[in-house]
C-alpha cells in the first residue's frame, strides 16, 4: 500500500500524460468514423495480384493459416482473401503472398508488377500505405502439367 | 411522466427505441449508394437486441445525452474507388434518418467496412 503510494508520488513531474489523438477522430470530428476490415485489405490485394500477367494463383498458406482461413469461412469471410495474409496497423499495411508463377514469365518483373499494382490499389481504395509486400513464390505452372496432373482416366482402380 | 419532456417514449421504454433506432440506420444503410448489404455475422457479430427481436449489423449506443451508431456493411466499390469516400453517403444517410426519427441531432456514426464486394464480380 505505502509503497504504491510512494511510487505515485514519485512520478517525475516532467511526464506528461496525454490523450492519445486518433487518426479517426482527427479526420472526422465527431461524425464518426470508418474501419476497414483486414479481410477488406486482403481481398483488394488478393485481386491486385491475380490481375498481373503472369501470376498463375495465389495459394492457400500453411497450417496455420489454412486454420484462420477455416475460421474465415466459418465467419463469412471469401475465397478471393484467401492465401493472402495482411497485417494493417493505423496508416500502414503489410502483404503476404504465395504464388504460382506461370512457367516463362520472368519472376522479378512479374513481382515488380505485383508490389506495384498492390500497393497502388490498397492505397487508393484504403488510404493505407503498402510498407512490404512479401511474395513467395512456391511453384512454376506450365501446361503440361495439367496433362500429367488431371488424367482422364480415372485413377481409382488400385486394386480390384 | 411530464418530467422528461425531452424523451418521453425513450424513457419508457429504452429497448424498443433502441430497436427502432436500429430498424431506421438498417433502411437507411441499404438505401444508400455503393451498400451490398448489412455485413451482419450469426456468431456474436454486433447487433442490437430488443424484445424479441435481434437487427444485426448495427449497434446503438447513447452516450452524453446522444444516440451514436456503428453500422457493420458489405460495400459494392469498383476497382481504384476510395472506400472511405464511398462510406460518406451511408454516414449521412443513416445519420439523416435516424435524426427524422428521433428528432435530435445524432452522435458519432461509425461505418465499419467489414468486406467488399468488386463490381466487376457477378452478385
Do not use: C, W
Not at chain 1, 75 to 86: K, L
Not at chain 1, 116 to 125: E, F, L
Not at chain 1, 137 to 155: G, H, K, M, N, R
Not at chain 2, 29 to 44: C, D, H, I, K, Q
Amino acid at each position: 500500500m505505502s509503497e504504491l503510494e510512494q511510487r505515485d508520488t514519485q512520478l517525475p513531474p516532467e511526464v506528461e500524460i496525454r490523450p492519445t489523438v486518433t487518426r479517426e477522430a482527427d479526420q472526422a470530428r465527431d461524425l464518426g468514423r470508418t474501419t476497414i476490415a483486414d479481410l477488406v485489405v486482403a481481398k483488394i490485394a488478393g485481386r491486385a495480384t491475380r490481375e498481373v500477367s503472369g501470376v498463375h494463383e495465389i495459394v492457400t498458406q500453411g497450417v496455420g493459416s489454412a486454420i484462420s482461413g477455416l475460421a474465415q469461412r466459418v465467419t463469412g469471410g471469401e475465397r478471393s482473401a484467401q492465401g493472402v495474409n495482411v497485417d494493417v496497423g493505423e496508416h500502414e499495411a503489410a502483404v503476404d503472398l504465395r504464388i504460382v508463377v506461370d512457367y516463362g514469365a520472368s519472376i522479378p518483373q512479374v513481382a515488380d508488377a505485383i508490389r506495384r499494382n498492390v500497393s497502388s490499389r490498397v492505397r487508393a481504395m484504403t488510404g493505407l500505405t503498402v510498407k512490404e509486400v512479401n511474395i513467395d513464390v512456391v511453384d512454376l505452372f506450365t501446361a503440361e502439367e495439367t496433362v500429367t496432373s488431371q488424367p482422364a482416366v480415372a485413377p481409382q482402380r488400385r486394386v480390384e | 411522466m411530464n418530467a422528461a419532456p425531452d424523451a418521453p417514449d425513450e424513457a419508457a421504454d429504452p429497448l424498443r427505441a433502441d430497436i427502432a433506432i436500429a430498424r431506421a440506420a438498417v433502411s437507411a444503410t441499404r438505401a444508400a449508394p455503393g451498400v451490398e448489404r448489412l455485413a451482419t455475422s450469426v456468431l456474436g457479430g454486433a447487433a442490437t437486441y430488443g424484445r424479441g427481436e435481434v437487427v444485426r449489423g448495427v449497434t446503438v449506443r447513447h452516450e452524453r445525452g446522444a444516440v451514436h451508431l456503428e453500422v457493420h456493411v458489405t460495400m459494392r466499390i469498383a476497382d481504384a474507388h476510395d472506400l472511405r469516400a464511398a462510406a460518406e453517403p451511408v454516414r449521412a444517410s443513416v445519420r439523416h434518418a435516424v435524426e427524422q426519427l428521433t428528432a435530435r441531432p445524432v452522435g458519432r456514426v461509425d461505418i465499419a467496412i467489414d468486406d467488399v464486394v468488386f463490381e466487376s464480380e457477378g452478385a
